[in-house]
């Protein structure tokens, strides 16, 4: 009888192993739309966010072949720009919110198309162009939120599928214009606490793949990196403090593992926190697991000090460090198998994440929680690197 109950146990503690286990995830038989966002590495990200109709028309100004030149000479592999944010203003025209708000073409919604002007200014240098979009409309512009059927108040307002499904309208509007030119979308505010959700961030990715069935879509949580939604295609990965912060491997519960962070002292700020060294080396060791970086650089509003929308010097000078510090890999095997497993005791990867990070959200937990990692060369290069560099992140 004992040892029947033994047999027993095992059986189910096998099932349950099969169950929960799951194994690797490699771009061929998970993601491959997010192949070319791995092989781009690193790529920049921009807060430009008119906050009025005077910035508005400066936001007209912005030279995207100026942009476009300093983003090819830093190595970045893509550009993020803001569609807008929390004042209303917004950096392209689209019919569709403008019939919702009742606002006119340019007292809201720009009348030049800048997400165009700056995808034909990157083409030819092979950058490609990512939107950023908040999860609901402008939450300082009262107007949009009552055509939109929700709350007025300056703050996020609860959100649902009925007004997701309205929101989803003014996505399509661009995804459907902009189809292929678009690479990629970042979702801002996809909070718990507001009502987003499975379904939401459902509607939200077949809004943006309608117009670009390989557009890679992400729903930002707040500030951690995790796979938040079964919709996203790699992590939001927003972080302010981000050198404790490296993967395992490319994935994040097959999401590919990506972090966002800010070269300045805040965000969109132009000026400069932290050693170039250390840039270079958390996103080199970032790259070689198989992980993908975007920096925020800031944008100049002033005529005087340049041409609208160019980075600064201080940051152009950190973000050439980088690229200059980036591994010679071949595109097609940064972090793909063939891989062997060894015991979680034994993997050198461990020293990975620092002794105080080790409950930090950036490891995929539930292919790793019966103690197993798949390890590869290149793996065990990124754990050398950025063992090296621990105590430069934490001077």
């Known amino acids: ?108 919604c720009s009348k030049r198309d800048l997400p165009i002007d700056i995808y034909k200014a990157l083409r030819p240098k092979g950058i490609r162009l990512m939107l950023y979009l908040p999860c609901q409309v402008p939450n300082g512009d009262a107007r949009a939120q009552k055509a939109f059927g929700l709350p007025q108040g300056a703050k996020d307002q609860p959100i649902d599928v009925e007004f997701a499904r309205k929101w989803a309208e003014v996505i399509y509007d661009w995804s459907s214009r902009y189809k292929e030119k678009v690479a990629g979308w970042w979702f801002d505010g996809g909070y718990e606490w507001i009502g987003f959700n499975e379904q939401i961030a459902e509607i939200y990715a077949d809004a943006v793949k309608r117009g670009n069935p390989k557009a890679i879509v992400t729903f930002n949580p707040g500030v951690k990196l995790i796979r938040w939604t079964m919709a996203e295609d790699y992590t939001a990965g927003e972080l302010n403090e981000p050198f404790g912060v490296i993967p395992t491997s490319r994935w994040v519960d097959c999401s590919q593992w990506h972090a966002l962070t800010f070269l300045g002292s805040h965000w969109s700020g132009r000026d400069t926190r932290y050693a170039t060294e250390k840039w270079a080396s958390w996103v080199r060791a970032a790259v070689l697991a198989g992980g993908v970086v975007t920096i925020d650089a800031g944008p100049n509003w002033n005529p005087k000090e340049g041409s609208i929308g160019s980075m600064s010097q201080g940051q152009i000078n950190q973000l050439k460090a980088i690229r200059d510090a980036q591994p010679s890999l071949p595109k097609s095997n940064i972090i793909d198998p063939p891989s062997v497993e060894i015991p979680e005791s034994e993997s050198p990867l461990r020293t990975l994440v620092r002794p105080e990070q080790t409950d930090a959200p950036l490891v995929n937990r539930r292919s790793n929680a019966f103690g197993r990692f798949p390890v590869t060369a290149l793996q065990i290069q990124a754990k050398t690197e950025a063992t090296r560099n621990i105590t430069a992140f934490n001077d």
């Open 1 to 108: 009888m004992r040892k029947r109950n033994m047999i027993i146990s095992s059986v189910v503690v096998t099932i349950a192993l099969a169950l929960f286990q799951r194994p690797p995830c490699h771009a061929d038989s998970e993601n491959p739309n997010t192949d070319w966002f791995r092989d781009a590495r690193y790529g920049v990200f921009m807060h430009l966010l008119p906050r009025d109709a005077n910035s508005l028309a400066l936001a007209d100004d912005f030279d995207a072949n100026a942009l476009a030149e300093q983003l090819e000479s830093v190595g970045a592999g893509y550009f993020v720009l803001t569609l807008g944010q929390n004042s209303g203003f917004m950096n392209s025209p689209n019919p569709t919110y403008s019939r919702y708000t009742g606002y006119e073409p340019g007292q809201r």
